[in-house]
C-alpha cells in the first residue's frame, strides 16, 4: 500500500516561500508519479505540477510556473515542491497523490475526466497573509 505525507506549510507573508516535502513509502517512486494538487475554501481542487522520477518530466499549471519547482529525491523518496513568491492566492491545503505517469498526468492537468489519483496523502495547509 503506497503511503504519502505531505510536511511543510504553515504561515507565511506575501512574497515569501516554503518548501512543501511529500515522503513516500518505500518504491513508490520507482513506479509512480506524484502530483500536487491544492483546493482552497470554497474552490475546487487545483493540479499544480506533478513529476514522474523515472524520466524527471515535469508539468506546472500556469497559475505557480515560474515560482514553483518541484523535485524528487528517489534515495529519500520524497518529492518536494519549493514555493517561491508566495501570493494571498496560493492559500490552500495542498496535497499530494500518486498513480502511474499518464494517469497522474492525465489528472494534475485538468484532463482525468472521470478518473482521479489512487493515492493520496492527507494535505498540508499553506496561508499566505500579511
Known amino acids: 500500500q503506497v503511503q504519502l505525507v505531505e510536511s511543510g506549510g504553515g504561515l507565511v507573508q506575501p512574497g515569501g516561500s516554503l518548501r512543501l516535502s511529500c515522503a513516500a513509502s518505500?518504491?513508490?517512486?520507482?513506479?509512480?508519479?506524484i502530483g500536487w494538487f491544492r483546493q482552497a475554501p470554497g474552490k475546487e481542487r487545483e493540479g499544480i505540477s506533478c513529476?514522474?522520477?523515472?524520466?524527471?518530466?515535469?508539468y506546472y499549471a500556469d497559475s505557480v510556473k515560474g515560482r514553483f519547482t518541484i523535485s524528487s529525491d528517489s534515495a529519500k523518496n520524497t518529492v518536494y515542491l519549493q514555493m517561491y513568491g508566495l501570493k494571498p492566492e496560493d492559500t490552500a491545503v495542498y496535497y499530494c497523490?500518486?498513480?502511474?505517469?499518464?494517469?497522474?498526468?492525465?489528472?494534475?492537468?485538468?484532463?482525468?475526466?472521470?478518473?482521479?489519483?489512487?493515492?493520496w496523502g492527507k494535505g498540508t495547509p499553506v496561508t499566505v497573509t500579511s
Open positions: 518505500a518504491w513508490t517512486l520507482d513506479y509512480y508519479a
Open positions: 513529476i514522474t522520477n523515472m524520466d524527471s518530466t515535469t
Open positions: 497523490a500518486a498513480d502511474i505517469p499518464s494517469k497522474t498526468f492525465l489528472v494534475t492537468t485538468g484532463r482525468g475526466g472521470k478518473y482521479d489519483m489512487e493515492f
